[in-house]
T-cell receptor
Framework: DTEVTQTPKHLVMGMTNKKSLKCEQHMGHRAMYWYKQKAKKPPELMFVYSYEKLSINESVPSRFSPECPNSSLLNLHLHALQPEDSALYLC???????????FGPGTRLTVT | GIQVEQSPPDLILQEGANSTLRCNFSDSVNNLQWFHQNPWGQLINLFYIPSGTKQNGRLSATTVATERYSLLYISSSQTTDSGVYFCAVESYGGSQGNLIFGKGTKLSVKP
């Protein structure tokens, strides 16, 4: 099963709201990733978790807070976002080390 | 950091035509992947190809690591091939898992 799932598919939130994005994989991968993709741009890496520990934070603002509660799940907690944070948020997973990354369908976030 | 350049940026084809997409990268890589992003945003894995040649149906890819480029061939294109094709690389010696994407090639296949 080469599937990564993400919920919700769409999310509209106000600048004072708190929400969470969820990602799940059952491929036995121990590396998981969050990417952000603005319209007509390529995806950009935000965070990498390896063996449930945060290994890369690409200087992401603290209003984005990742969490990896177990080897299958990855969350992204959102708080006090700005309209410019509106984007497609993609989750991916892979084997640790050299490995092909598999992406979920994404959550399309709109901040009003 | 490593630079990834894709060409052409836009490509319009008639159904049934063949095409070649190119990805140049500026440094040695551990990982190179080709993706197709459909209109709904899903990134679909096409090839994991840090070196060598692979084929999958109408698609094939070749990476010449020593010359720092990769090619994606699409034969007998179909309207469902439309979308954006991304090349993404992980730099040798760079942070593990840090895929750097090119800007993509937007392909439109007309019936």
């Amino acid at each position: 099963d080469t599937e990564v799932t993400q919920t919700p598919k769409h999310l509209v939130m106000g600048m004072t709201n708190k929400k969470s994005l969820k990602c799940e994989q059952h491929m036995g991968h121990r590396a998981m990733y969050w990417y952000k993709q603005k319209a007509k741009k390529p995806p950009e890496l935000m965070f990498v978790y390896s063996y449930e520990k945060l290994s890369i934070n690409e200087s992401v603002p603290s209003r984005f807070s990742p969490e990896c509660p177990n080897s299958s799940l990855l969350n992204l907690h959102l708080h006090a976002l700005q309209p410019e944070d509106s984007a497609l948020y993609l989750c991916a997973s892979s084997q640790v080390g050299l490995g092909e990354q598999y992406f979920g369908p994404g959550t399309r976030l709109t901040v009003t | 950091g490593i630079q990834v350049e894709q060409s052409p940026p836009d490509l319009i084809l008639q159904e049934g035509a063949n095409s070649t997409l190119r990805c140049n990268f500026s440094d040695s890589v551990n990982n190179l992947q080709w993706f197709h992003q459909n209109p709904w945003g899903q990134l679909i894995n096409l090839f994991y190809i840090p070196s060598g040649t692979k084929q999958n149906g109408r698609l094939s890819a070749t990476t010449v690591a020593t010359e720092r480029y990769s090619l994606l061939y699409i034969s007998s294109s179909q309207t469902t091939d439309s979308g954006v094709y991304f090349c993404a690389v992980e730099s040798y010696g760079g942070s593990q898992g840090n895929l750097i994407f090119g800007k993509g090639t937007k392909l439109s296949v007309k019936p």
